[in-house]
Nanobody, 123 residues
Framework: QVELVESGGGLVQAGGSLRLSCAANGRTSESWVMAWFRQAPGKEREFVGA???????YHSESVEGRFTVSRDNAKNTLYLQIDNLRPEDTAIYTC?????????????????WGQGTQVTVPS
């Protein structure tokens, strides 16, 4: 089992920055891939980016350039740096993990999920 705990969300004005964290506890060997998803009100869950334990990183095209996923294996923690925030970035951001070694954009391919953290960017 892997427990994922997110932190760092909040209310940020447009143009600001935020860094989210996701700490993995438990059998971290089952969190080879860790990823960020987000879900805005009334929309489906959307893949944001992911990182593997070996250092491979992949970002969704829709967020590339403003969003940066990084990982500290020593701390078993995944980060999401969001710059130049926009109102359309308002969503619940959730961390996920899977033991298989391939990054996937599909939520169905992830075994473990955090509770999520709210990011709000007023318009």
């Amino acid at each position: 089992q892997v427990e994922l705990v997110e932190s760092g969300g909040g209310l940020v004005q447009a143009g600001g920055s935020l860094r989210l964290s996701c700490a993995a506890n438990g059998r971290t060997s089952e969190s080879w891939v860790m990823a960020w998803f987000r879900q805005a009100p009334g929309k489906e869950r959307e893949f944001v980016g992911a990182n593997t334990r070996s250092g491979q990183t992949y970002h969704s095209e829709s967020v590339e350039g403003r969003f940066t996923v990084s990982r500290d294996n020593a701390k078993n923690t995944l980060y999401l740096q969001i710059d130049n925030l926009r109102p359309e970035d308002t969503a619940i951001y959730t961390c996920a993990a899977r033991s298989r070694r391939r990054i996937s954009e599909s939520p169905a391919d992830y075994d473990y999920w955090g509770q999520g953290t709210q990011v709000t960017v007023p318009s």
